[in-house]
């Protein structure tokens, strides 16, 4: 059975980074697509980006400038940054696996998930 | 940029069939996705490739897609099923799109 587990701070202070990893278990990384996602509470789904384990990525157009993804396929884990947060990031992040067969692109097991404040 | 529309709420009563929408224009070109929030849980995926259904998922559960829309369908919806459901799709230049959730209340 694949889990996924987002570990990371839960308070982060505005205009600092924002860091996140997401331990794989039950596969290899070295597969899939591994995608975060975030939820303000209350409100819905945003995704933010993913990582395909050789390393490329893509990001949500208005988030590409802050944010990156990273693998390593050595810990069976991937993470997150984000600079210069405000407080429009404090959100619930999660991570998810995504597959991606005959064009299609879906998210099929979840973490579940870590919520992240930002706050002075 | 391409969006994917959901109605915010759906209403139905026990053992009735639902029906959850989700626009986008020629929506019926890509793949869509469903997926299942209940209340302080994580999304769970109930339909994929459309109308594929991943094991464990109930039968009740079905989708179709054409066209500008993608339809989830509940038939005999169970108050199990009340929550927060979200379409999905990724669109042709790779990005990854969730609908805004439809609310789903099981009167």
């Known amino acids: 059975q694949v889990q996924l587990q987002e570990s990371g701070p839960g308070l982060v202070k505005p205009s600092e980074t924002l860091s996140l990893i997401c331990s794989v278990s039950g596969d290899s990384i070295s597969t899939y697509y591994w995608s975060w996602i975030r939820q303000t509470p209350g409100k819905g789904l945003e995704w933010i980006g993913y990582i395909y384990y050789s390393g490329s990525t893509k990001y949500k157009s208005s988030l590409k400038s802050r944010v990156a993804i990273s693998v390593d396929t050595s810990k069976n884990q991937f993470s997150l940054t984000v600079t210069s947060v405000t407080a429009a990031d404090t959100a619930l992040y999660y991570c998810?696996?995504?597959?991606?067969?005959?064009?299609?692109?879906?998210?099929?097991?979840w973490g579940q998930g870590t919520l992240v404040t930002v706050s002075s | 940029s391409y969006e994917l529309t959901q109605p915010p709420s759906v209403s139905v009563s026990p053992g009735q069939t639902a029906s959850i929408t989700c626009s986008g224009d020629?929506?019926?070109?890509?793949?869509a996705s469903w997926y299942q929030q209940r209340p302080g849980q994580s999304p769970i995926l109930v339909i994929y490739?459309?109308?594929k259904r991943p094991s464990g998922i109930p039968e009740r559960f079905s989708g179709s897609n054409s066209g500008n829309t993608a339809t989830l369908t509940i038939s005999g919806t169970q108050a199990v099923d009340e929550g927060d459901y979200y379409c999905q799709a990724r669109d042709n230049s790779g990005y990854v799109l969730f609908g805004g959730g439809t609310k789903l209340t099981v009167l």
């Open positions: 998810a696996r995504g597959v991606t067969v005959a064009g299609a692109h879906y998210l099929d097991y």
């Open positions: 490739q459309d109308k």
């Open positions: 020629k929506l019926g070109d890509e793949y």
